[in-house]
């Protein structure tokens, strides 16, 4: 074996190694949930876990990514759906499929969860990144949450999160989904709202928060 290729075999074993530290060290960098949206998150646990009932907790929430979420989920549901509910019917706009066990969101109970990196297709919100969820004892994920009401025609939409919440900030996401969510591509800092009603608790991104069991009546069923 010739000394050149000796030479040349080092060489390009020490290419490699360097690119796979310089493409591993973006990749956590690009994914990784910073230490001032993880402690904002941490808030809002406390505050989800210790609002009292037919209150409203405001909590500052740090969102200082493009791309992060939050989403909460109630117990024993599936998965997460925006829906837009017209003359009485439901319509699913999007859906997240609920974490696995992995993640610390037992089916059982409610669970909320950061995601460093979210995208959209056609029919789903999948996160990318990483997934820091929070299985939470005591309380219970809110069956709807109610965010914002349209006129199309000569109805009026309304936009909900069915079987919990969500919170997203995303550029990638069309004018009208930030529109409809109350949340535009540049808000990183962002006013949250913690309600609990009925021994539910949901969050949103507006004053006059609504959580309900029955999103017609906002009562229990």
């Known amino acids: 074996m010739s000394k050149g290729f000796v030479t040349m075999t080092i060489i390009l074993l020490l290419i490699g190694i360097f690119l796979f530290i310089t493409v591993g060290e973006a990749?956590?960098?690009?994914?990784k949930?910073?230490?001032?949206?993880?402690?904002?998150?941490?808030?809002?646990?406390?505050?989800?876990?210790?609002?009292?009932?037919g209150s409203q907790?405001?909590?500052?929430?740090f969102l200082d990514k493009d791309k992060y979420a939050i989403f909460g989920f109630a117990p024993n549901a599936d998965r997460l759906e925006l829906i837009f509910t017209s003359q009485s019917k439901?319509?699913?706009?999007?859906?997240?499929?609920?974490?696995?066990?992995?993640t610390n969101c037992p089916k059982e109970k409610s669970c909320v969860c950061l995601?460093?990196?979210?995208s959209l297709d056609e029919k789903e919100f999948r996160c990318t990144g990483k997934m820091d969820c929070r299985s939470l004892e005591n309380v219970i994920i809110t069956d709807y949450?109610?965010?914002?009401?349209?006129?199309?025609?000569l109805n009026t939409v309304t936009y909900s999160w069915k079987?919990?919440?969500?919170?997203?900030?995303?550029?990638?996401?069309?004018?009208?989904?930030?529109?409809?969510?109350?949340i535009s591509s540049g808000d990183n800092l962002k006013a949250l709202y913690v309600r609990?009603?009925?021994?539910?608790?949901?969050?949103?991104?507006?004053?006059?928060?609504?959580?309900?069991?029955?999103?017609?009546?906002?009562?229990?069923?």
């Not at 949930?33 to 009932?53: K, M």
């Not at 079987?163 to 900030?169: P, Y």
């Open 57 to 61: 907790d405001p909590v500052a929430f």
């Open 115 to 118: 995601c460093s990196e979210i």
């Open 163 to 182: 079987n919990g919440f969500g919170i997203i900030r995303s550029s990638d996401l069309p004018k009208l989904f930030q529109q409809i969510l109350k």
């Open 33 to 53: 949930i910073t230490t001032r949206t993880a402690s904002s998150f941490n808030t809002l646990v406390s505050a989800i876990e210790g609002v009292e009932e």
């Open 27 to 31: 990749a956590v960098k690009i994914f």
């Open 196 to 221: 609990k009603d009925f021994g539910r608790v949901g969050v949103c991104p507006q004053r006059n928060c609504q959580v309900s069991q029955n999103i017609e009546l906002g009562l229990p069923t």
């Open 90 to 102: 439901e319509s699913v706009v999007r859906y997240l499929t609920r974490p696995g066990q992995e």
């Open 145 to 153: 949450t109610s965010i914002n009401e349209l006129r199309q025609g």
